[in-house]
């Protein structure tokens, strides 16, 4: 398989691991530090303490597990490998921001799906076997 058709094989895929990191950083580095906590409680807040209690809002809530399936849905519905990658990346931020059955369940399927996806879009292998044009051919 030469690079040229590898690279939009991987990509969806390299993006997905990059979704994972930025979850990671935003659960870890951001929703979880006591110290941003107790900065976010205080009366002189800053302005990202709002995003702050929207992320936590959405994991409360388990609207990323909701949107995950949803999207997972839709994906196993259409043959758009952007969607298959949606439902991947949305189930992958959904487990890692605390909604782990709903996130589970779509990043199963969503990469499941998007496997499927780019198998059915890659050629078929040439059999180096078959006979052709129903020729008969002398043995060696």
């Known amino acids: 398989m030469t690079?040229?058709?590898?690279?939009?094989?991987?990509?969806p895929w390299f993006a997905l691991v990059i979704v994972g990191l930025l979850a990671a950083w935003l659960r870890y580095g951001?929703?979880?530090p006591p110290a941003i906590g107790n900065l976010c409680e205080d009366s002189n807040a800053?302005?990202?303490?709002?995003?702050?209690?929207w992320l936590v809002l959405g994991f409360n809530n388990y609207s990323y597990g909701i949107a995950a399936l949803i999207v997972t849905l839709i994906a196993l519905l259409s043959k758009k490998p952007a969607l298959?990658?949606?439902a991947a990346a949305l189930g992958l931020f959904a487990v890692i921001m605390y909604c782990y059955y709903?996130?589970?369940?779509?990043?199963l399927i969503g990469c499941l799906r998007l496997?499927?996806?780019q198998a059915n879009r890659m050629a078929t292998p040439v059999d180096e076997h078959r006979q052709r044009d129903r020729q008969v051919q002398a043995q060696p």
């Open 102 to 107: 709903a996130g589970a369940v779509a990043l």
């Open 30 to 32: 951001f929703i979880e």
């Open 115 to 117: 496997v499927r996806v």
């Open 46 to 53: 800053p302005a990202w303490c709002s995003i702050r209690q």
């Open 3 to 11: 690079a040229k058709r590898l690279i939009p094989i991987l990509l």
């Open 84 to 86: 298959a990658w949606l």
